[in-house]
């Protein structure tokens, strides 16, 4: 990582605040994570979810690495050819799917239906072109009987998958070719031990033979730093722990014969949050009715909502020699009351202090809105060590354009 006058510097020249991307580190994650599963299982693969931070520099990075692109709108779609992407490397998720899924199933790519309105749509697709062999998966709804049911994906026991079943079947163009599942609040090692040996038995089941994929999704713990680790209260496992109870049930699966899945996983936040920081100023220090707080030129909605749960890991710069120590609520520039970027710090704080946030990679900038300020730009420092600009900061026109006058 960077060192302080680095800091200083960038703060200087490109003002703040400023998100950060490590490239370097970032590109040691995502080879230990692909090594740590692929030594259990070749063909394992990412497909890297576009929705957790769709910055171009990054999908590039992750395409020239043989990554696939995983997507849940047009939008997002859109950008991965933008990249030069073929259908053939784009996974299409999620519940309500653009008018541009159907040029993605012609052209070969990889879909996981949803619902049943999903499977309707493909089968008219296939219909009005019945010279085509028109390809998709399906989306399993997976429940561990632990008491939460997500909203996702299709129940492999109801009477919607029956129908999707035998809606596809009549058709002879269509062929059901993989299955994908995704967890979310479940990224212990038993939950994924529990999903890899739903997916086997979804795969015999609704694809048959061997699958060209199956998808695992993600919500796995990613590298992050031991404070930040600790707060989760419980054990945080690495890579190869996770592919220990994933990738040899799958290969053990699949043994002897020649042909073997794909197996995707879905890095969104495990592949990125750790790589990205952001860096703000402190504008003023108050007390108010015995609460200390330091107002920087951030926001919670520049961290991400990592930041209402837990306190993210925080380096402090300090402007001044000033050794008055106090505890202070880091807050943020809106007039949100519940803006706080850090509760409780305990040290020494100034105006002018730069503070460095860390672990700010996943659902920050996709998701900051254009609340009371335009979003920040964003640096590289690429593996080369050289700095540069790789997301501009939006403008106030960026902003108004849209309306109209
Ligand atoms: C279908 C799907 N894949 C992948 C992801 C990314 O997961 P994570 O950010 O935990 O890596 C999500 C997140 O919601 C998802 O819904």
Redesign the pocket.
């Known amino acids: 990582m960077i060192d302080f006058a680095t800091y200083r510097m960038l703060a200087e020249k490109n003002g703040t605040p400023l998100y950060i991307f490590h490239e370097e580190e970032f590109l040691n994650n995502y080879d230990e994570l692909v090594g740590c599963f692929r030594k259990a299982y070749p063909n394992y693969q990412i497909s890297y ?1 576009y ?2 931070n769709y910055t171009p520099y990054i999908c590039r990075i992750i395409k020239n690495k043989g990554g696939y692109a ?1 997507v ?1 709108s047009d939008m997002e779609y859109t950008l991965a050819k933008r990249l030069g992407y073929t259908n053939d490397k784009i996974v299409y ?1 999620g519940p309500a799917k653009g008018p541009m899924l159907e040029e993605h199933l012609l052209n070969g790519g990889i879909n996981n239906i949803d619902n049943l309105s999903e499977a309707l749509r493909i089968c008219r697709l296939a219909d009005e072109n019945s010279g085509k062999i028109i390809k998709t998966g399906l989306r399993i709804n997976v429940n561990l009987g632990r008491g939460s049911v997500s909203r996702f994906g299709l129940d492999p026991d109801s009477g919607d998958m029956e129908r999707v079943l035998s809606e596809l079947k009549k058709r002879e163009n269509i062929r059901i070719n993989g299955v994908h599942c ?1 967890l ?1 609040h479940a990224r212990d090692l038993e939950a994924w031990s529990m999903r890899t040996e739903l997916m086997l038995k979804s795969a015999d089941r609704f694809v048959g033979g061997i699958p060209e994929y199956i998808s695992l ?4 713990f990613g590298r992050m730093d031991d404070a930040l680790a600790a707060q989760f209260g419980c054990n945080v496992p690495c890579y190869e722990d996770y592919a220990g109870v994933t990738m040899d049930k799958i290969a053990a699966h699949y043994l002897g014969g020649s042909e073997k899945p794909i197996v995707f996983s ?6 990125i949050s750790k790589y990205i920081s952001f860096l703000t100023k402190v504008k003023d220090i108050k007390t108010v009715a015995g609460r200390t707080v330091a107002v920087t030129d951030g926001s919670f909605y520049n961290l991400g909502e990592i930041s209402l749960k837990k306190q993210l890991p925080l380096t402090v710069i300090r402007n001044g020699d000033d050794n008055y120590h106090g505890e202070y609520d880091i807050v943020g520039y809106t007039c949100l009351e519940y803006d706080t970027m850090y509760r409780a710090y305990n040290g020494t704080l100034n105006g002018g202090d730069l503070l460095i946030f860390g672990n700010v990679g ?1 659902y920050s900038i996709v998701s900051k809105p254009q609340f009371i300020r335009p979003n920040c730009p964003m640096v590289v420092i690429d593996k080369n060590g050289i700095i540069k600009e790789i997301m501009r900061g939006e403008t106030f026109e960026d902003i108004f354009s849209k309306f109209v006058f």
Do not use: D, F, Q, Y
């Open positions: 979810s929705k957790t995983e849940v998720n995704h979310s999704g993600s919500g796995m879905e890095p969104g936040a495990t592949l996943g």
